[in-house]
């Protein structure tokens, strides 16, 4: 953050993605933890049950001594996700992984320099105030970048899609939203990363499988139109 204090987002994207495919992660976010959700097929009358494994807090950079949380544009996090063999997830998810979570936060909205990079840093020390230390999953804290069908709707495929940010009342305050272009990136804009593969009744099965499948999908996205689990294809252009 000291290097990057006066960066604009293309700049912050290059460091970011250099660091993290060097490996400078902290190691507590090496260890994944499972989400469970269930559903009955209405047909049959059996219940399928599914587990899926998600970083416990969102993307960052460091070692555990000397880390904080990034913030980047939704096609380098689906370039991280792929390259860590990972996937971004749905507005249904973020809802089950803040049921989940075991570090629920409330939100803190910051209303000057949103997309600064001072910014990012400083609404990274509040979250740790709070946190206070505690550990395990950890949500209430950012509003996921997601994916959905409806990124699919702009002709130049060019939007960010948004959800999330819950209250202590578990409401959040952010509903599904692709309004913003793609190289808007603010401190409130976070990447939770899901490990591409879930267990279906016990079994391994490969996220887009899932997305294909029009009964198992529903256990993880409650949209009509859920996407296939990725951001469109788009080459990002320098805007600043």
């Known amino acids: 953050y000291q290097e990057a204090a006066g960066f604009n987002w293309r700049q912050r994207d290059s460091l970011t993605r250099e660091l993290i495919l060097k490996g400078n992660i902290p190691s507590f976010l090496h260890r994944f933890v499972p989400i469970h959700a269930s559903l009955k097929d209405t047909i049959s009358g059996t219940t399928i049950k599914l587990t899926y494994y998600v970083a416990p807090d969102y993307l960052a950079v460091g070692d555990n001594t000397d880390w904080a949380r990034v913030h980047v544009t939704p096609f380098l996090a689906q370039e991280l996700a792929d390259s860590l063999h990972c996937f971004l997830p749905t507005r249904k998810m973020v809802d089950q992984i803040y049921q989940a979570a075991k570090v629920k936060l409330s939100p ?6 949103r997309d600064s990079t001072p910014t990012f840093y400083h609404h990274h020390l509040i979250v740790e105030g709070q946190r206070k230390g505690r550990l395990g999953l950890i949500a209430g804290i950012q509003k996921d970048l997601v994916t959905t069908g409806k990124l699919d709707a702009y002709p130049k495929r ?30 409130s804009q976070g990447v939770r990363l899901v490990y591409e593969y879930l267990k279906v009744n016990g079994k391994w099965v490969h996220y887009t499988s899932i997305f294909k499948d029009e009964k198992l999908r529903k256990l993880i996205c409650d949209e009509a139109d859920c996407g296939n689990g990725r951001y469109p294809e788009f080459k990002p252009i320098d805007k600043q």
């Open 158 to 187: 060019d939007r960010v899609a948004i959800y999330g940010w819950h209250q202590l009342n578990g409401k959040p305050i952010q509903p599904l939203y692709t309004g913003h272009v793609y190289w808007y990136v603010d401190y």
């Open 108 to 113: 803190v909205p910051l209303y000057a320099f």
